[in-house]
């Protein structure tokens, strides 16, 4: 039997500014109304398919954010705000904010919506049901296709189309917290009847290994160009799996069996942070396997199995992910016809099991479980459920919970050293190794050392303090430092750089002020 392991990694950056309640960008709310809740919903036509669901604490909190109504959000505010009543400048945000989405997959296939695309792009005038229209496309746009579907209220806008009231508006805006309010619940009911395991990753998603030593990326590449200083706190790498694990539980009443590493980066040293925290199972990318084993070529015999990681300070299992299966999926067939690709890849699934003779393998795609959806048409519904379908139909593969599956199954290999990196490349250069990535860390340090100091010196740190720190130790900064061209992140960066310095009482350094990526 050809076991397959399906995890699903769901994310999102801090974007709530501590000092104003404000988010910078909609992205947890739109994502929510469009990718987490709809891909556990779609497992009641298919009760004989299993998931695993990777949940970031930032996401997890950030959701709460919305249905507690602790966030302000400038982009819903003015959704609601009634069109005959938006400033200049207000009209100007919107038809620059309000057509972010996929273009050809979800505009082009929206005529009022597409019709007000090409109207911003001839610089037409908007009159104000333009703008009000555009208020209502730019959410039911990003509402998932199932919700769009099912619930009356967006289901009646969609038909309608065009020559909004402010009371439809309304309708279709309200909407979005009841589905953002059964996220939870829906993961909760759905790990009751054993259908999804629900994972978790370090808090604000940080890259541990970094955190732990940033030299440690001389052992992914020794050829790398680090910071001039060392950021080496591994307390901090503790504090982040640890307050991870227990929000998880706050949510789901217990512990998490497993854990997905931000971005799947691994390394020797922080194993025993992993078994101390009850991690019982983690996943990374395949590269690490065969580094790990000194393998100097992909061998799929030696793939398709889990490992053991026994050390004197504890041992937890590792699984490692089948990156061509999972780049398939996420960055191949949206390209495909549905049919064609599910189809092509249970054929991939079916010759493996059958190059393994009757043996038993355990098979782990393990891919991004919201962004890659936006490029397949009807946000993947077609192509997952046609999937869905040969897989409960199948003879020879059977989708597994990993933790429930690794109990019954476990590894009769071990590996002696895990090898440091992550599932870009094997390495660590997306967040290190470049002169704007490094100089994030070099910000990063000297705020880090602001607390060490406060530390030594008896003086007490507020939890605040320790909060934004977390948040600027998570990957997303440092994977766009140097990459980010319109400087979103980089804006992001410095937002969460200038309230540390305010929440400890200290003068904002000047460089702060300045973009790290010119």
Known sequence: MLYLAIIYHMHQPYYKNLLTAETEFPWVRLHGIKDYLDMILMLDKFPGVKLNVNLVPSLMEQIDDYTNGTVKDRFLDLSYKKAAELTDSEKEFITESFFMINREKVISRMPRYYELFLSRQARKRFTTQDYLDLQVWFTLAWFDPYFRETVPVLRNAVEKGRFYTEEDKRAVLDAQLEVLEDIMPAYKRAMEKRQVEATVSPYYHPILPLLTDTRIQMEANPHSVLPQKVFAYPQDAVAQINSGIDLYKKNFGRPPEGMWPSEMSVCEDILPFLTKAGVGWIVTDESILFRSLHCPRR????????????????????????????????????????????????????????????????????????????????????????????????????????????????????????????????????????????????????????????????????????????????????????????????????????????????????????????
Not at 355 to 366: H, M, P, S, Y
Not at 408 to 428: D, M, V
Request: glycine share 8%; net charge neutral.
């Open 299 to 518: 061998d799929t015999k030696l793939l398709y199995q889990p490992y053991a990681l026994k050390r004197d300070t504890g041992s937890l299992n590792v699984v490692f992910r089948d990156r061509n299966l999972s780049d398939l999926i996420g960055f191949n067939y949206y390209n495909w016809r549905p049919e064609d690709a599910a189809a092509d890849l249970m054929k991939h699934l079916e010759n493996i099991h059958g190059a393994f003779k009757g043996k038993d393998q355990l098979v782990t795609i393990a891919m991004d479980g919201e962004n890659a959806w936006e490029y397949f048409l009807n946000d993947g519904h077609d192509f997952l459920e046609a999937w869905y379908q040969r897989l409960s139909e199948s003879k020879c593969v059977r989708t597994v919970l990993l933790g429930e599956h690794l109990r019954n199954n476990p590894p009769r290999r071990a590996i002696k050293r895990l090898a440091a990196g992550s599932w870009i490349y094997g390495e660590f250069s997306k967040w290190i190794n470049n002169p704007y990535k490094n100089k994030g860390w070099e910000y990063l340090i000297e705020a880090r050392r602001e607390l060490q100091e406060m530390i030594e010196g008896g003086i007490p740190v507020p939890p605040a303090a320790w909060k934004q720190m977390y948040i600027l130790e998570g990957s997303d900064w440092y994977w766009w430092l140097g990459e980010d061209y319109p400087g979103y992140f980089d804006r992001l960066f410095r937002m969460h750089l200038a309230n540390f310095y305010t929440i400890i009482g200290k003068k904002i350094p000047e460089y702060v002020k300045r973009p790290v990526t010119p």
